[in-house]
Every structure is written in C-alpha cells, then in structure tokens.
C-alpha cells in the first residue's frame, strides 16, 4: 500500500526536512536519524524508499534500520526494506528508524547530508516487489541475488513444424527435423514454474513452436491465475486456431508475436516454408476476435529477422502488418554466435548465414530500415528496433526505449534474465551460448544463484570478459551496427 505519492501525505517523524528545490518536494535529511511510520498490510510486504544520493566522491553512507544495516548507492535508486527484517510480525503501522552511519558534509547547507527522499510507500505485489528488487540488484550487482529474473523465458517445445532458414534447430531441409527434439518434461517444468510467478514478463516460446506443447494452456493458465503479470508468446502463427485465439485474449497474455521473416508469400516460401495464407487468415481471425472483446489487452506484433536475404521484404511488413490491422512490426538482428554458421540450398534459393548478415552491407539495411519505419509511422502502425539497429538508422527514429548499449561492465542481463530451454539449457540473454544446465540443479531458483550465474555476475561487474561472453556480438561489448563507426569491429578481448 503507498502512503503517498507526495510527501506530505507521509507519516514523517523527526529529522526531516524538505528540500528547497527538489522536484515533487523530496525531503532531505537534518540529522543523522529520522522516523517515519508507514502501513503494512503483512509481514511479506517490503518498505520501499526511493532515494537519491549524489555521486561524489565521499563515501556513501549506509542506512542503518533498527538493527539492520542497508549499503547506498550514488545517482537514483529504491532501498527495499522486508517489513521482516525490520519488526516483529504484524499488519499495521510500522514505525521505523532511519539512521545515516556517516556523514558527508560537503553541503553549504550544513543540515544537508547529501542523501534525497523522494518516496516511501509499502509495496504487496511479489511481481512488482521482484521488478524492485531487480533494479536494487542491477545497481548493486551482488554475485548472489535476492531477486529472481523478471524477464523469465521458459523453452515449452523444441519441436517444430516448420524449417525455417534462420533456425538452429530446425534448418535442415531433408529428414525428420524433430529428431532427438522434445516439449519440456515435466520434471523440467516443475523446476521452472515457481519463477514464473515472480516474473514481470514471461515468456513462453522455444528452439521451436510453442502452440505444439499440449500442456501450454495449462501453463498459461496457472500463470494467470497466481500472478498479476505479462505473459508473452512468439509463435510462427500456423497452429492458431479459435480455442487458442479464446485462450490468448481470455488470459494475462499481453504480447502474441507472429514471426514472419517475410512480408510476401513468395519471401515466405524463401524464409520459412509454411503456408503464408494460412498464418494470414490466422492473423485477420485474431485481430477480428479482439475487436469484438471491448477489454482485450493483448498487443499484436509481426516480427522479421533482418537479412540480406530479406531485405527488399523490410519495408513490406510495415505495409502488410498496417493492412491487417497488427499493432507492432518488430526488426530483429540475427544471432550472431558461433553456433550460427550455416548454407541452406533451396531449388531456387541459397542461404548462407554468414552472407546474410547484415553487417556485410549495413547500408542497404538501413535504407531498408529507414523505409519500413516511416511506412509504419504514416500507417500508424508501432514499431520496435531491435539494439544493434539503433545507431544505424536516422536518429529521429530511434525511439529512447530501443536504446540499450553499454560498455561490458554495464551489462544487466545475469541480474535480470534466464532462459531455460525445453532440452535444459539455460541462457542469460540471446546473443551468448548457453551457460547451465537445469538438471544440474534441484529447481529455478537455485541454477538463478548457481555458480555460472554467479562467475558471470562476478566477471562481468569487475569488466573482465567472461568466456561466456567472449566472441559474441552484444550491445555490451561495442557492436551495435552504426552508419557513422566502423562495422565488425573485434569485441573486447578476454582477459
Ligand atoms: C526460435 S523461434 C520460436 C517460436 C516460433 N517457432 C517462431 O518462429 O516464432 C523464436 C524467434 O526466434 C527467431 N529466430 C530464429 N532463429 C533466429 C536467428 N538465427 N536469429 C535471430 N532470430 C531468430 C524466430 O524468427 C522467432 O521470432
Ligand atoms: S517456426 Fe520458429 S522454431 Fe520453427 S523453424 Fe521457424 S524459427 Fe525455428
Ligand atoms: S554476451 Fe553480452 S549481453 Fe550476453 S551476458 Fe555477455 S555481455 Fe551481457
């Protein structure tokens, strides 16, 4: 339960101060200890305090809590304080004492200890208690987490019906492409469901094609009967019949992507190989059911991996994805990995991996590119680049959420993100190789904190290149495609 938005509306004891010119009248501390009561409606509720601290060069002070001690970090942050930790159990008023254990002094305003508040409030919700945590984490980057991965992707086949040239899995055009391949066991599944109810975002898709798992509507609705989350599912959209269209609008399903690759039927054939009519009929039914349903809340989006091999399609889904009444296109970079690295041969289509990147002609993507975007943007339709993308089309159509670059040691994946496939293996984001293996592990939660998430938390927080990380092309280490800087630059070496 928050207190208030505003100050004002907070139960401030002793030893505040508001700030002269702090926005939406933050207070400022005037001694070393102040108390403030707040509202808690359990004992799993967390205080959270949204402070700011400047980053100068004294040390930080910590926050000292009833006997608790809590580190501070410079720039804008939440300090998270289990109502716990911090009384005997009760629902009520708690009343806490806040201490600062040094102080910094470098005010002319003597009273000013450097450290803002801008809001205290209870939160309740595990989800958005879990999101906090996360952001705590990210700016702390503890090698152990108390967080779990708000961004959670659970694998739930590697069985596909198409052979899309793109796929890991599945590009092999001759044979049986689903040999050796299998929906999540449910061993696996009892592992990895519990994270799920903590996650801001899950989602649900696979080295193949989610709609193939039987117990995926399960899945889905046990999700949405134990959280107040996102779920997001990427399908090739072949299998989405009535039932599924009831079952996406009629639960937390917030995102449905349909991957396209493709924007004409002979791109399609080139791409994926299905029939495109087909997914096209599919979709129109979707966004017809979602008409008629005054509170669906479910996003729509088309999704193509940017190649050489596609790129006169690039501007066409826009058209297509407006035509059909989608939300969202969305342009993804291929993995680049060393596992990606294959030619397919089609009667009259070769496809080379390597060739297809877009790096061997970044110009020609990004007039494709531009294109498609200002296609999308005169149709109305929204649109979403995919990271390495950012710095190679025109600046004004970057929108400030697709932007996210950083040096190696700012990278927040292993704070924030797992993936776990249906053959076990488990992922801190899509550019690395996979780096555990859940039967290793008794649940989610402890490959979360195992020792691979925890040497790469270490390696990457200290800016040494983990081996994980080396050889991978990632907005972290200096490869986002840019029209100004040199292409297929080497990224950091491993030290
Ligand atoms: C592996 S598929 C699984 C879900 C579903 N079968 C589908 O195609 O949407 C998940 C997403 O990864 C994309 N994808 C597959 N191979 C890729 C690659 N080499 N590089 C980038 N994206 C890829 C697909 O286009 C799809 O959007
Ligand atoms: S539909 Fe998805 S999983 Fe299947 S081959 Fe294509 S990209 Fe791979
Ligand atoms: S490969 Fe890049 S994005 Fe992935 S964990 Fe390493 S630095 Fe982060």
């Not at 009833?66 to 009520?92: F, H, M, W």
């Not at 990210?138 to 659970?154: G, K, L, W």
């Not at 903590?198 to 999700?223: C, H, T």
């Not at 939660?445 to 998430?453: D, F, I, R, S």
């Amino acid at each position: 339960m928050q207190l208030g938005a505003s100050p004002s509306q907070i139960k401030y004891g002793s030893g505040w101060y508001p700030t002269e010119h702090a926005e939406g009248g933050s207070f400022a501390w005037m001694a070393t200890a102040a108390t403030v009561d707040v509202s808690a409606s359990g004992n799993d509720d967390i205080v959270v305090v949204e402070y700011s601290y400047p980053a100068l060069g004294s040390p930080i002070p910590d926050l000292v809590v009833g006997d608790k001690r809590y580190q501070l970090y410079p720039g804008y942050n939440s300090l998270l304080i289990p109502v716990s930790e911090v009384t005997a159990p009760q629902a009520g008023l708690v009343s806490l004492n806040l201490e600062i254990d040094r102080l910094a002094g470098f005010y002319e305003d003597q009273r000013d200890l450097g450290l803002k508040v801008h809001r205290i409030y209870v939160e309740s919700d595990p989800v958005v208690i879990n999101y906090k945590k996360t952001q705590a984490a990210i700016a702390s980057r503890p090698e152990v987490c108390d967080n779990t991965p708000i961004v959670y992707m659970i694998g739930v086949t590697d069985r596909c019906n198409l052979r899309c040239v793109i796929c890991l899995k599945h590009h092999e055009q001759d044979g049986d492409n689903n040999k050796d391949l299998i929906d999540l066991p449910d061993p696996s599944l009892e592992k990895l469901m519990p994270l799920a109810y903590s996650a801001q975002m899950v989602l649900l898709l696979g080295y193949g094609e989610p709609l193939l798992n039987k117990r995926l509507p399960e899945i889905i609705d046990d999700i949405s009967a134990k959280a107040d989350n996102s779920i997001e599912m990427i399908t090739n959209g072949l299998l989405l019949s009535p039932q599924w269209i009831d079952k996406i609008l009629s639960r937390n399903v917030r995102v449905l992507s349909i991957s396209m690759d493709a924007a004409t039927p002979d791109g399609y054939e080139r791409m994926r190989g299905g029939s495109y009519e087909k997914v096209i009929r599919n979709v129109q039914a979707l966004v017809a059911e979602r008409a008629k349903r005054k509170n669906a809340k479910l996003e729509i989006r088309m999704n193509m991996a940017v190649t050489r091999a596609n790129i006169t399609e690039v501007p066409l889904l826009s058209e297509l994805a407006a035509d059909l009444g989608v939300d969202t296109v969305e342009f993804r970079h291929l993995h680049e990995n060393p596992l990606h690295a294959w030619r397919v041969e089609k009667p009259d289509f070769v496809f080379d991996y390597n060739d297809a990147l877009i790096e061997n002609d970044p110009e020609e993507c990004r007039i494709a590119l531009n294109d498609a975007i200002r296609r999308a943007k005169r149709r109305g339709v929204r649109y979403i680049l995919d990271a390495p993308f950012v710095g190679l089309v025109d600046d004004e159509l970057v929108i400030a959420a697709d932007v996210e670059v950083g040096e190696y040691h700012e990278c927040p994946h292993p704070w924030r993100w797992l993936m776990v496939t249906a053959a076990g293996d488990a992922y801190t984001c899509c550019w690395a190789p996979p780096l555990a293996k859940l039967a290793d592990y008794s649940s989610g939660a402890e490959l979360w904190n195992g020792h691979e998430y925890r040497r790469l938390r270490r390696n990457i927080k200290a800016g040494i290149v983990d081996p994980l990380c080396a050889g991978v092309t990632c907005p972290f280490q200096q490869k986002a495609i840019s029209k100004d800087a040199p292409v297929n630059e080497k990224p950091a070496p491993v030290i």
